[in-house]
């Protein structure tokens, strides 16, 4: 049966796991997005998410026809998808939004590339029919992140009746940085986005980064950008330079900023589980009454870890009454290890705790406790149990876990927050805010974190919590599909 709700994402809710025995098991996939969107879709009975087999368990899931209800897996061609996802969307696109290139070294757009950009330009195709396919008629359409860009322009051509909304979760690259990928793709990117009714953001930065690159880099038509006011939303109002080289119709493209946020009741019933009982009373043995620190991501470049674990050498180096008072919690759970650059950051995370612990341990203190496994049940007992988080991202397009860590909190938690995350926009205010590259800030923001006056603390962790469950994902789907045009 056509489907009247669609969203398209890479990542699904769920990833398989291939037992020796040949057993199937689910897991729920990591990362803002699939926390977001499987909580918004468990109030929409019907839709449809549309998604990527990521490994070969999930294109055996797939030949099963195993998958779940309300889900359809691509099993696009394994060379294909790495070229896709690896190639362009994990190491050009997520570089270029997060302003993460080497500069001196990368990026290089050679043979190799354009190898890869034709495998995008493919794994896109394959959504756009996949969704022309499932769509009824007038039906709305949600397309996820990056890796999506060009569905939006693909799928109004396939089926000019849809109604089509595009969500970046990540930050949108500055002018400078996009204008560093070759014209043609630049523009085929920012037409591509150009399809849909609508574009959202998480903040209203990364909408006006989006709105100052589509204003300058459309050869290949026009595009006007109009910036929110009075009341009117920003928009981009655009004619695309057709085949026989005249322009088509004027057609206008919305932009607008929804601040993904956290169901606060959901979150807070996750986080008392037995499960994490049993967590929470397993740290508190380890911690042993230390005051903690606490930060939890994907190993994750853009996460800025590194200068987390430089703060805190810097901390214990410049205020030693802290050593053998605090414990760094550091939950930092693998992520895109097919690619070098994360395997070696992931290395140099390690190297730094041990090299900390090494100069700092005593017989009965370990200043830093890493933990690489993706355990929720853990990072919600860490949650529960924080004295300080830690959240000093370069570059990040919300970052949730700021936002979770006030809401689940039992004593309250002074949140370290950078201006590089998207959540910066709301929680600035009753956080203590680092600029990301200056550790020696960061380290004493870390101090007076700890020594922060628990009425206080207790104060600010409450409106943290309240700004953080402004939109919860539910509010934050609907009001993306409210906002679509009307049918026609
Ligand atoms: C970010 C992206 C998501 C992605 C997640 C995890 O939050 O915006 O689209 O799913 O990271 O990354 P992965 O590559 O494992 O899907």
């Known amino acids: ?26 897991r729920r996939g990591g990362g803002g997005l699939v926390s977001g969107l499987s909580a918004a879709l468990a109030e929409q009975p019907g839709a449809l998410w549309i998604c990527a087999a990521l490994s070969e368990a999930d ?24 070229d896709a996802y690896n190639g362009i969307a994990n190491s ?30 493919a794994y896109n195709g394959a959504f756009a029919e996949a969704l022309a396919e499932e769509a009824a008629p007038g039906a709305a359409v949600l397309v996820q992140d990056y890796h999506l860009a060009l569905v939006p322009g693909a799928l109004r051509e ?63 038509g026009t595009a006007l950008a ?10 981009v109002e655009h004619r695309r330079t ?8 004027v057609r206008e493209t919305v932009v607008e900023a929804y601040p993904l946020g956290v169901d606060a009741e959901e979150l ?69 290890q097919d690619l070098k650059v994360y395997r070696d950051y992931t290395d140099a995370v390690a190297t730094l705790a041990a090299e900390i612990n090494a100069e700092f341990g005593t017989g009965d203190w370990q200043p830093v406790l890493v933990s690489v496994k993706d355990d929720f049940a853990r990072s919600l007992a860490a949650y529960r149990m924080a004295d300080v988080a830690l959240v000093n991202p370069v570059r990040d397009g919300m970052n949730l876990v700021a936002k979770e860590i006030p809401v689940v909190s039992e004593a309250g938690c002074a949140l370290v927050l950078s201006t590089g995350a998207g959540a910066y926009e ?8 680092v600029n990301p590259y200056d550790v020696t800030q960061t380290a004493q923001a870390l101090h007076a974190a700890l020594a922060m006056p628990e009425g206080e603390r207790a104060e600010r962790t409450k409106r943290l919590a309240a700004a953080a469950t402004g939109l919860p994902p539910a509010r934050w789907f609907t009001a993306q599909l409210e906002a679509l045009p009307a049918r026609t």
């Open 1 to 26: 049966m056509a489907s009247q709700v669609l969203v398209a994402a890479n990542r699904g809710p769920l990833s398989y796991a291939l037992d020796p025995d040949g057993t199937l098991t689910a």
């Open 59 to 82: 294109r055996e899931a797939v030949r099963r026809g195993v998958a779940e209800p309300g889900v359809r897996m691509l099993d696009i061609d394994p060379a294909v998808y790495d």
């Open 268 to 336: 807070r019933a996750l986080a008392h589980r037995p499960e994490v009982d049993g967590k929470l009373a397993e740290l508190r043995a380890e911690v042993a009454g230390r005051k903690t620190i606490v930060r939890v991501d994907r190993t994750e470049l853009s996460k800025n870890i590194l200068r987390g674990l430089l703060a805190y050498r810097e901390l214990l180096t410049t205020r030693p009454e802290w050593r053998g008072r605090v414990v760094h919690l550091a939950s930092a759970y693998p992520s895109r």
């Open 158 to 220: 396939l089926r000019p009746d849809l109604r089509i909304a595009h969500f970046t979760h990540t930050p949108w690259a500055s002018p400078e940085f996009m204008r560093m990928l070759p014209d043609d793709v630049r523009e085929q990117l920012l037409w591509g986005m150009l399809g849909a009714d609508r574009l959202g953001f998480h903040t209203g930065q990364w909408g006006d980064s989006f709105l100052a690159c589509a204003s300058t880099d459309t050869a290949g």
């Open 226 to 235: 109009r910036h929110a006011r009075g009341g009117q939303p920003a928009a």
């Open 242 to 249: 057709g085949a026989d080289g005249g322009l088509g119709p």
């Open 92 to 121: 050009v696109l997520w570089f270029t939004h997060h302003h993460l290139y080497d500069i001196p070294r990368e990026p290089v757009f050679d043979a190799a590339f354009r190898r890869q950009w034709d495998s995008y330009v």
């Open 426 to 433: 709301e929680l600035a205010e009753d956080a203590l805010t």
